[in-house]
């Protein structure tokens, strides 16, 4: 799976099977099967998911509190991640493939 990231993730915690690129550094037009958000970035990410997200792509937001899920309500969002607990994130992704974009 491609992986567009629009705020900052270390790569540790997604499988090199996936390619993930930074939003900020280029992507190619419509690549992304997956668009990482966080609370900073959610109007990066309205402003270019159709540039940078296939037709059919899944966006996953990283929620520092809970807070943030007022803020996110709004917007779309498929699923959601605390960011203490990325160390499961591939998990998420996996459960994502299974049942999103198969």
Not at 54 to 76: L, M, P, Q, R
Request: charge should be negative; proline fraction near 1%; include cysteine.
């Amino acid at each position: 799976m491609n992986i567009v990231t629009f705020g900052e993730i270390d790569d540790k915690y997604i499988d090199p099977k996936h390619k993930v690129v930074h939003f900020q550094s280029g992507c190619d037009e419509k690549m992304g099967d997956i668009a990482v958000i966080d609370i900073n970035t959610i109007f990066d990410y309205e402003e270019n998911k159709s540039h940078a997200c296939k037709d059919k792509y899944v966006s996953v937001a990283i929620i520092d509190d809970d807070s943030d899920y007022d803020a996110f309500k709004n917007f779309g969002i498929d699923a959601w991640i605390q960011r203490d607990e990325l160390g499961e994130f591939n998990s998420l992704l996996n459960l994502i493939e299974k049942r999103f974009l198969s």
